[in-house]
Every structure is written in structure tokens, then in C-alpha cells.
């Protein structure tokens, strides 16, 4: 295991310092902005989330990224401490490092303070020696900093980078084979997740994504991962869609002032250059820009800590009726509904060939023309509604998954939330249908189910979408 480690240590390092195209360390985005003002971007982000081989995580973070926080009790003195430490992820092994947060974060690039040993059955946690601070009861501290995220990395990078690319920003080498593209965490948005309309993604969404994979995509399954080690992705997954999101609401922050586009039409109105970047460093100084990226993290965090709770959870409130024929009838008037109009999206066939298909030229979320008419999800890219008779589903397909669907639509793409719309009935109708759509009889080209399955159902295309 530790040789396996240390090569995969080597490998990644040797990656990183040759910076092959886009496996290069700096993982960032920072476009279009003037260099100045890239240079804060960097600066800011650097300091917040490090950088890949030293990954810093503030304890405002909602990641679980450290091996143990315990508490410091009665009775502790210097290098001696006793600790009430509950849910440590893995043993408290000597050499492990620790950080304070009751009192100050340890200063970073001083000499590590390090457990000597840890007597798990007296609570007693002995360091190599005393920290600058001294310890008081009621104290917090962390316990080995930042090593689930190491063990995340290197896994990451085995596992997933070349897809995700080193900054989870969806351009790794592989990507560009890739249609349906791996996603880019950035936005800190997922697309499959059980939480309700407008929600981030709960940890065990990403959970039931890595172990099954996305069916239809190139998203394959890591079913053979251990536990920890799935944990340990997550935490890093999490990770960067949070440092991703950072520097991205820096950017939008930042571009309506400082692009390269906004500062040339600021040149053109009779700014010059040096008096738009001296602008820029004051608004720094006076600390305006700061508050405002603080704020914007703040509410980040809070929306990935609101994701988390036991309420953010989709519970259907009542329990899904029969799939009798009755029901399936229901649903599909729903489907055909002007009201809902699944069928503007996915065909009246369910093939996913309906009229937004090829009618669709403004972006919903930009308002710009699109290059060619059709659906586009947050990332730009295009994408198709699904096929609904081929019965695969991305986002899992019990009964639970599609219920989930309909609710809160599928977040980043075109496909809305219906949940306010319907009663629960009528959500389980949908399912029930969505479900009997695959193997729905119908008389070919009138999309009517035949009085007795007397005619076979037209042949159905297997490619995916
Ligand atoms: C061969 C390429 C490939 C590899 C390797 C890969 N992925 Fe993906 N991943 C994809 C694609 C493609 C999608 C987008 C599917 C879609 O949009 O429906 C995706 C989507 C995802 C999503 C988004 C799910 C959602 O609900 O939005 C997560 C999370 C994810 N992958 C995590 C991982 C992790 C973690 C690993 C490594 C353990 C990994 N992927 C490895 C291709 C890959
Ligand atoms: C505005 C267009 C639009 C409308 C309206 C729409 N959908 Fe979708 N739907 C989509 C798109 C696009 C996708 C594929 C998203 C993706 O890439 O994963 C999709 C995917 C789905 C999926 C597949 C889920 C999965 O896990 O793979 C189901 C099921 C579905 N839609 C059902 C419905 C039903 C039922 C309705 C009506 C109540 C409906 N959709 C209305 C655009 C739409």
C-alpha cells in the first residue's frame, strides 16, 4: 500500500512539475480578465484553497477533510493533552499534524507541531511539543489537516482527472473524445441529486454517482473503491466545485469592470489603462472587493451546509400508488398536457424528439442566440432531451429517481422542476407512465395505444439519448 502510495506520489509530482497542457498545478480559470486583475484572482484563491500539493482548507469549509476534532479538557498542559475527541475518520497516528482552530490556525511553512502518540483508552494526545498558543479547555483542534484531501488527490488523479481535469474544471485529456462531457465542478452544480428545486447536491448523490456511474455517458462506475477511499473523493470532489465556484463568482464579479472587453470600452470613453488598474488596487485596499468576495463565499458555504441537512432531501409525501392501468392512463394525459408539455421536449413518442429540439434559438439562461437552434444545458454545451422509450435513466431508475426528477428537474439543463405544479398523485402517475413508456404498445406513427396489443411496437432505436 505505502509503495503504491509513494508512486502514485511520484507520478502525480511528476505530472505536475513537467505541466503536461492542462495537468499543470495552477488548476484555474481566471479568462478575460486584465492581468492585474487575474493576479488578485490568483492571489485570493491561492490563499483561501492552496494549491494542489498543499491544499488549504479553512475550518468554515463544510469538508470533511481532517482525521479528528477533538476537544481540549481539563487538565491539559504544554505537549500533553486531554482530549475528548468523537468520530475520528482514521487512527490519530504519530506523526499525524495538528491544527488549531479554538485559538489561531497554526501558521503555515513553520515547523509542523505533530502527535507523538495518542492513549486512546486515558484520552491523552501527546505532541512533539508545545504549540505556539497554549492549549485552554473548551479549545477545538484538528487533527491531521487536510490528509483525507491528500488521499482524495491522489485517487482523484488516478481515477478521474483525466476525464475532470486537475481543477474539476471537465477538460482533461480525455474530455475532448468525450460526447457528453465529463462535468465541470465549477459551478458547483450537479445535476442528479435528490434535494429539492434550487438545491446543491447532497454528499450521497456524488456517493451513488461514483459507485453506479452514469449509465448512456462515458461516467463509468468505481464500484471497487472502499468506502474510505469514495469518501475521500467526494471530500475532494466537494472541494473543488467549492474552489471552483469561488474563483468563478471572482471572475463574474470581477468582469463587468475589468474584462479585457469591459476595460477596452473604458479606454474608449477616455480612461487610460493605468488609471483603471489604479482604480482597481484602491477598490482593493479599501477592502470593498474582498467583502464582497467574502460575501459571496459565505453564501456559497452556507448553501453547500443547507444541501447537507435532513430537509433538503426529497420525501414524496405520500406513498406511490399502483401502476394499474388506470394510472398510466393518467400519467400519459399528463405527459401529452399543454399544461406540463413534456412532449414540447421529449416527442409525443417519448423519443426525445420534440419541437424545442430544433426550434429553441435564444439561450434560456443567457438570452443569446444560439449557434445552432435546439437545447443547451449551464455549460454551454447542447444536449438532447432524453429518450424516454429506451428506458435508460442517468439519474437512477427507481421509481424514487424518476420521482425526483419531475420534482426539481434535472439542475443545469433545460428540464424544469414540476413539483409545484402537480399534486403527488399525479407526480406517481408520471412515473408510473415514465416507467410503462418503454414498453408501451402502440399502433406505429399514431402514438395511441391499440385497443389489444394486436400490432407489434415500431422497432426502437438502442443508441443512447
Ligand atoms: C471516462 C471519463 C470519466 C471518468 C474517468 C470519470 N468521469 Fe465523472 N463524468 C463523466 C461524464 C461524461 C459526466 C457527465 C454525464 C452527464 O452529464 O450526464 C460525468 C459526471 C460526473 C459527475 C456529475 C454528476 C451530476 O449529478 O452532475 C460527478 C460528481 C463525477 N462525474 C465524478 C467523477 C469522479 C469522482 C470520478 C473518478 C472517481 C469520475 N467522475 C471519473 C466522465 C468521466
Ligand atoms: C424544456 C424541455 C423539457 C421539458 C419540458 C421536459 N423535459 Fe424531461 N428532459 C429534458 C432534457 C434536456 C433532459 C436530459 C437532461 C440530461 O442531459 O440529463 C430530460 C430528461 C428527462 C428524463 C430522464 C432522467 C434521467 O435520469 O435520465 C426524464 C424521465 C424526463 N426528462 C421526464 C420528463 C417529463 C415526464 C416531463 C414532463 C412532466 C419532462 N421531462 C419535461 C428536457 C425537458
Not at 490568483?42 to 490563499?47: G, H, L, N, Q
Amino acid at each position: 500500500m505505502r509503495s503504491k502510495l509513494v508512486a502514485l506520489v511520484l507520478c502525480s509530482g511528476m505530472l505536475f512539475v513537467c505541466g503536461c497542457g492542462r495537468t499543470e498545478p495552477q488548476f484555474s480559470y481566471r479568462e478575460g480578465l486584465s492581468p492585474r486583475v487575474q493576479e488578485y484572482v490568483r492571489t485570493t484563491v491561492d490563499e483561501k484553497f492552496g494549491t494542489p500539493h498543499k491544499i488549504r482548507v479553512w475550518d468554515k469549509l463544510p469538508i470533511q477533510a481532517h482525521t479528528a476534532l477533538a476537544t481540549v479538557g481539563e487538565g491539559s498542559k504544554d505537549n500533553s493533552l486531554v482530549v475528548d475527541i468523537s468520530g475520528a475518520s482514521r487512527p490519530i497516528e504519530p506523526g499525524t499534524e495538528v491544527v488549531w482552530v479554538g485559538g489561531t490556525i497554526m501558521p503555515r511553512g513553520s515547523a509542523p507541531v505533530t502527535v507523538e502518540a495518542f492513549t486512546k483508552d486515558k484520552n491523552l494526545l501527546s505532541l512533539v511539543a508545545a504549540p505556539p498558543a497554549a492549549p485552554k479547555a473548551g479549545d477545538k483542534i484538528v487533527i491531521g489537516p487536510g490528509q483525507t484531501l491528500t488521499h482524495g488527490r491522489l485517487l482523484y488523479a488516478e481515477h478521474c482527472q483525466h476525464c475532470h481535469g486537475v481543477a474539476g474544471d471537465g477538460q482533461g485529456p480525455t474530455a475532448p473524445y468525450l460526447n457528453v462531457r465529463p462535468r465541470d465542478y465549477r459551478k458547483g452544480l450537479f445535476k442528479f441529486t435528490s434535494t429539492k428545486e434550487g438545491m446543491k447536491a447532497h454528499r450521497s448523490d456524488l456517493a451513488r454517482v461514483i459507485e453506479d456511474g452514469i449509465p448512456g455517458t462515458y461516467m463509468p462506475s468505481f464500484k471497487l473503491l472502499k468506502p474510505e477511499e469514495s469518501h475521500a473523493i467526494i471530500e475532494y470532489v466537494l472541494f473543488l466545485a467549492m474552489r471552483g465556484e469561488s474563483e468563478f463568482q471572482m471572475n463574474n464579479l470581477l468582469a463587468s469592470d475589468y474584462s479585457d472587453a469591459s476595460v477596452a470600452n473604458r479606454i474608449k470613453d477616455g480612461e487610460t489603462q493605468e488609471k483603471v488598474i489604479e482604480e482597481f488596487v484602491t477598490r482593493v485596499k479599501e477592502g470593498e472587493i474582498d467583502e464582497e468576495v467574502n460575501q459571496r463565499n459565505e453564501k456559497m458555504i452556507a448553501d453547500w451546509v443547507s444541501a447537507q441537512a435532513e430537509d433538503a432531501v426529497i420525501v414524496p409525501k405520500e406513498k406511490r400508488n399502483a401502476s394499474d392501468e388506470e394510472s398510466i392512463k393518467r400519467g400519459r394525459e399528463l405527459y401529452l398536457s399543454g399544461n406540463l408539455n413534456c412532449v414540447a421536449c421529449h416527442g409525443e413518442s417519448g423519443l426525445g424528439d420534440g419541437v424545442q429540439t430544433y426550434s429553441v434559438t435564444k439561450n434560456t439562461d443567457t438570452g443569446k442566440d444560439n449557434v445552432e437552434p435546439g437545447l443547451y444545458d449551464t455549460w454551454g454545451n447542447k444536449l438532447k432531451p432524453r429518450n424516454l422509450r429506451l428506458g435508460m435513466y442517468r439519474g437512477g431508475r427507481r421509481p424514487i429517481d424518476i420521482y425526483a426528477r419531475i420534482e426539481a428537474g434535472i439542475k443545469g439543463t433545460p428540464m424544469p422542476a414540476f413539483g409545484a405544479k402537480l399534486t403527488e398523485q399525479q407526480k406517481w402517475d408520471i412515473v408510473n407512465y415514465v416507467l410503462e413508456l418503454p414498453h408501451e404498445l402502440r399502433t406505429p406513427g399514431t402514438g395511441v395505444a391499440p385497443a389489444s396489443p394486436a400490432t407489434k411496437p415500431a422497432p426502437v432505436a438502442t443508441t443512447a439519448h
